[in-house]
């Protein structure tokens, strides 16, 4: 049975959920006060002796050969120590290696870095420069010269698949289900997934609905921009400081990329200004490193721009998409097929894949066909992006749904309810669900107060969609020190983004039964433990988590061997309750065991974990919109999001997490899109231009917490953090439909795009009723 | 490179002299100069807000000012916002309401509802809104960083 909570009724009881003491309450993190206080140290706060600053130098051009590179000005400049170009890397192999979220060419990782021969996109990285000071460094960028051979720039997947498309990268041959094309092609792989008999599903169909979509290219959108600092020295000994989702990622791409072992490599992760994916690849890191080697082993610190950030970094695809689906005369789904196209920018890797699993993941199908296409642009490299390509295809997807309830008379929880997928249903793959909530967060938003509301008011509308994100597991490591105060340090290696230092410590808490106080977690480097893989996948309170639950069970047991042997008793005679070791008349409490069993012997634990089993989250959304019809503006009125969360740990956080991506999903859904020319210049690289939402834009973001427990997680941990941005767009263009009586085909449904199509609307309503003007 | 010049401010209450070139902004001023990195470079053209800091009781981006604009000013920055080592009432509702995330916007957020609350000490929901609708963070949703700032007006009130 599922616990809900709604967010605004207060604490939650502490000593009561489930029999819990830590978890489910709402401690302030231990990093909270050095974050209010301005204490932090983010990436761009590094300073030492003798630092350089690093400037890079970016392509003006979406599409060229690079002829020639002239440094020379830049290096007679006072104040320049080295001017760097792809020709100071390594020659990279044409060779496939997983070092973070995804495999990754490492020739195309190394190009990205610094284009090689060809530039690839508006921003794409050409050179380098390391100087006294930053401004010194920008303006000796600015004297380098480059000799470019402009060539037509491929900025759709419509050009790209063009049979006289200009090719981007000569070597690339489509991989189609393993088998390997002959010809030069943008198109990078395809695949299909398929269940049933798709035509004897569209066939028996009582009803079926065929629509496209377009939805344009976006950016995670972190507010610290990307920044690192190299230290190196003459003896090859290398530390990096940055800004990352992952510090051993950011250490295996680097070693790559430069062709050194690992052991020579430390990484530091600084605080972390956001990431949402976008934090996982490298960028200025490798190239800081051979500033550094060039400028006589002097540290380097390079601090991207804000434009740099939007036109080089980031963004996650922009894609064509078509869903079709049939239904029965009872609304039961027959039949489904999708077919994603996702540009993946400038090299393979869009996450057409996972996008793929979102698709259909919400309903139970019988007959089903999943397309998908990876496909490549003159745009910079895509990221991941929370619940990467899952926004994009669940707002095709959740439209059509939405117009087949709609046609059928059916209310659309109520369809979401009849075809929704439970446990021992299958994702579009064929992944076998375990004990899933997708039915439960529909029923959390029928039974809501804001779903059995009345909405009044012209140009006003509802909208509701679901959505389905896998997270994961991931590789963590983590050690535990006993003090001999009874306190605890916990040392893990995940970057900490939005709280996961406290919801890990918790769950070490209790797993001891102590105090949330009695643990000190920190974020260590990458010498410190062993490898720990990104904060990303919505796995950091799931895995690290679970290592932290070991550690705590690890060090209890060795206390009660210790104290079994000073008392002379059998360790299975001792016992731990309420905070207190007993065996027979001896008791002690635990703040006093921790210095009794260390008079002899330190106390340590360590724990490496890979679990294989995690919870998928899934989640259903209602916003209500009001359009102005003058300038076609949404206004979000109200908006909750029920999410099942498995087990929250730390509610406030979880709140946060769910309230965070419907607000970026609100930005993807009505206003956020990368704007190029015909030439393929970015437009809009400021956050002027590239328009977030503002507090302004937004109402409170009401939750309810589904709490539908993961079977595999000693405390019921699913991950949290990426569903909630997956039916944001679909609902919002749900409400537009109701509010205006069109069905927008593209994202954003900015105030252009929806006035656009609704003017379009009333003219094609003119033609039809002739005369009734 | 242009000759440094000097320039005398009241910085958190306290005389400063420091030294800077002409082009440098405040925001660099005071983070590259004067060591005070709690105000955040998010984008350098006045649109994020995560560099705010109130100038002669008026809330700006340093990232807009040049740092020789503040000779013979009062600039307040994050850094002076707790006194005597007691958190300011903001940063502790900011800490119970959980408005932080990742906190790299977090104190210009603080340093822009300070003056706020500074101008308006009963600010409705709408007021909080359009105040803040300078910073930008994207992590929150805002929602508990608004709740953060009407809980603190509620109890100055």
Avoid at chain 1, 303 to 324: E, F, H, Q, Y
Avoid at chain 1, 609 to 624: A, E, L, Y
Avoid at chain 1, 671 to 677: G, L, Q, R
Avoid at chain 1, 711 to 724: D, K, L, M, T
Wanted: glycine letters at 10%; one cysteine or more.
């Amino acid at each position: 049975m599922a616990a809900t909570k709604q967010n605004g009724t207060g604490k939650l009881s502490a000593n009561g959920q489930n029999g819990y003491k830590v978890i489910g309450t709402r401690p302030v993190r231990p990093d909270g006060v050095d974050k209010v206080t301005g204490r932090a140290i983010y990436a761009a706060d590094v300073q030492m002796t003798g630092l350089l600053h690093g400037f890079v130098l970016r392509s003006p051009h979406a599409h060229a050969h690079i002829r020639s590179i002239d440094t020379s000005k830049a290096e007679a400049l006072p104040g320049v120590r080295a001017v760097v170009t792809a020709a100071d890397l390594p020659e990279a192999e044409d060779k496939v290696e997983d070092l973070g979220e995804g495999a990754i060419n490492l020739k195309y990782l190394s190009d990205n870095v610094l284009a090689n021969e060809k530039v690839l996109y508006h921003g794409h990285a050409v050179a380098a420069v390391a100087a006294t000071t930053p401004h010194i460094a920008e303006e000796a960028a600015g004297l380098i010269e480059v000799d470019y051979e402009l060539l037509p720039p491929v900025m759709t997947v419509d050009d790209a698949l063009a049979d006289d498309a200009p090719i981007l990268l000569e070597t690339l041959r489509t991989d189609s289900m393993g088998e390997i094309g002959a010809e030069q092609t943008n198109l990078a792989s395809f695949f299909r997934h398929q269940r049933g008999d798709l035509d004897a599903g569209f066939d028996s169909a009582h009803l079926v609905v065929d629509r496209t979509y377009r939805t344009e290219t976006v950016h995670q959108g972190y507010i610290e921009p990307h920044a690192a600092t190299a230290s190196y020295s003459a003896d090859g000994q290398i530390i990096i400081w940055t800004s990352t989702q992952g510090s051993f990622a950011v250490r295996g791409q680097v070693c790559e990329i430069l062709k050194i072992p690992v052991s020579r490599l430390k990484v530091v992760p600084t605080e972390i200004g956001g990431g949402f994916g976008g934090k996982i690849n490298v960028y200025v890191e490798p190239v800081a490193v051979i500033l550094s080697q060039k400028a006589g082993y002097e540290p380097v610190k390079i601090v991207m721009s804000r434009a740099d950030v939007l036109a080089a970094t980031g963004p996650t695809s922009g894609s064509n998409i078509r869903v079709k689906i049939g239904v029965d005369a009872d609304g039961k789904i027959s039949a489904a097929l999708a077919e994603l196209y996702y540009e993946a920018g400038a090299y393979p890797g869009s996450p057409v894949g996972a996008a793929a699993n979102v698709s259909l993941a919400p309903y139970a199908i019988d007959n089903l066909q999943v397309d998908g296409y990876d496909i490549i642009v003159n745009r910079p490299r895509s990221a991941a992006y929370r619940a990467p390509g899952g926004t994009n295809v669940a707002f095709a997807v959740e439209s059509v749904v939405d117009e087949l309830a709609e046609k059928l008379g059916i209310d659309p929880a109520q369809f979401r309810i009849l075809n929704g997928a439970k446990e021992n249903d299958r994702r579009p793959d064929g992944l076998q669900y375990a004990r899933i909530g997708q039915i439960e967060t529909v029923e959390a938003i029928r039974d809501s107060e804001h779903y059995q509301s009345p909405l009044e008011g012209n140009y006003r509308g509802r909208g509701i969609a679901s959505g389905y994100w896998n997270n994961w597991g991931g590789q963590s490591s983590a050690t535990a020190v006993l003090n001999p105060d009874g306190t605890v340090n916990l040392n893990e290696a995940s970057t900490d983004i939005g709280g996961t230092r406290a919801s890990i410590a918790m769950q070490l808490a209790e797993a001891m039964d102590i105090e949330y106080e009695q643990v000190k977690a920190r974020v260590v480097d990458t010498d410190t433990v062993s490898y720990n893989d990104v904060t990303g996948g919505s796995r950091t309170t799931f895995a690290p988590g679970l290592a932290a639950y070991n550690l705590g069970r690890q060090l209890l047991e060795e206390m009660k061997s210790r104290l079994a042997d000073q008392w002379d008793v059998a360790a299975a005679d001792v016992t731990y309750e309420d905070g207190t070791f007993s065996a027979g008349s001896e008791s002690v409490p635990f703040v006093e065991a921790a210095g009794l069993v260390q008079r002899e012997e330190p106390l340590m634990a360590s724990s490496t974990v890979h679990p294989q089993d995690f919870g998928p989250g899934f989640s259903t959304q209602c916003v209500d919109i009001e359009v102005d019809p003058d300038t076609g503006k949404i206004t979000i009125l109200r908006y909750t999001i029920a999410q099942d969360v498995g087990k929250a740990i730390h509610p406030s956080y979880v709140e946060g997490q769910m309230q965070g991506g419907v607000a970026q999903g609100i930005g993807w859904a009505i206003n956020e899109e990368y704007i190029y020319d015909d030439e393929g210049h970015l437009l809009n690289a400021s956050l002027l231009d590239y328009r977030m939402p503002t507090s302004l834009d937004l109402p409170m973001i009401e939750t309810i917490l589904v709490e539908v427990p993961h079977p595999a997680h000693p405390y019921g941990v699913r991950g949290v953090g990426e569903v909630n941005i997956v039916p944001p767009a679909g609902a919002v263009a749900n409400a537009v439909y109701q509010a205006t009586g069109v069905r927008m085909d593209k994202l954003p449904i900015s105030p252009a795009n929806l006035l656009e199509a609704m003017w379009a609307k009333e003219a094609e309503e003119a033609e039809l009723v002739p005369g009734d003007d | 490179m242009a000759k440094k010049i000097a320039v005398e401010t009241t910085l958190n209450g306290e005389e400063t002299i420091f030294l800077c070139e002409p082009r440098q902004t405040l925001l660099e001023a005071l983070r590259d100069n004067l060591g005070l990195i709690g105000s955040k470079e998010g984008c350098g053209n006045g649109n994020c807000g995560a560099c705010n800091v109130i100038l002669d009781g008026v809330l700006v981006n340093s990232c807009l000012v040049l740092a020789p604009e503040v000779e013979g000013r009062s600039v307040v920055t994050i850094e002076g916002i707790a006194e005597d080592g007691q958190l300011h009432p903001l940063q502790q509702k900011f800490l119970e309401h959980a408005s932080l995330q990742c906190g790299i916007c977090t104190p210009g957020f603080i340093v822009s509802a300070k003056a706020l609350l500074d101008d308006n000490a009963d600010p409705s929901e709408h007021d909080v809104r359009l105040w803040l609708a300078g910073n930008l963070c994207r992590c929150t949703g805002y929602d508990k960083i608004v709740r953060a700032v009407l809980d603190v007006a509620e109890n100055d009130a």
